[in-house]
C-alpha cells in the first residue's frame, strides 16, 4: 500500500497544488487506526483499499484515479 501512497505524492508534487496540501500514509494495522474515524468505518463497512480521504471525510476506496482526486481537491480549494 505505501507504493501506492507514494505515487500519489510524487503525482500531487508534480501538480499546482503542491503546496497546498498535505497527504499523510496511515496504516490500517496499527492500533492507531481508530483514531482516523472515517477510515475505519470505512473498513468495517467492508470497502477496499486504498481508501482515500479529503478534509477527513472518505471519498474514494477501493482504487484511485489520481486526476480524479486531483479534481476533488481543486473545488475545495
Same mark, same amino acid.
Request: proline share 0%.
Given at each position: 500500500m505505501y507504493d501506492g501512497y507514494k505515487e500519489? @505524492? +510524487?503525482y500531487i508534487e508534480s /501538480? +499546482?497544488?503542491k503546496d497546498k496540501v498535505k497527504l499523510k500514509f496511515v496504516d490500517i494495522f496499527s492500533e492507531d487506526?481508530?483514531?482516523y /474515524? @472515517?477510515?475505519y468505518d470505512v473498513l468495517k463497512m467492508g470497502y477496499s483499499l486504498p481508501i482515500v480521504t479529503v478534509?477527513?471525510?472518505a471519498r474514494f476506496a477501493g482504487g484511485i484515479v489520481f486526476e480524479k482526486l486531483y479534481d476533488e481537491i481543486k473545488k475545495l480549494l
Open positions: 500519489l @505524492a +510524487d /501538480t +499546482d497544488i487506526i481508530k483514531k /474515524t @472515517a477510515v478534509n477527513g471525510k
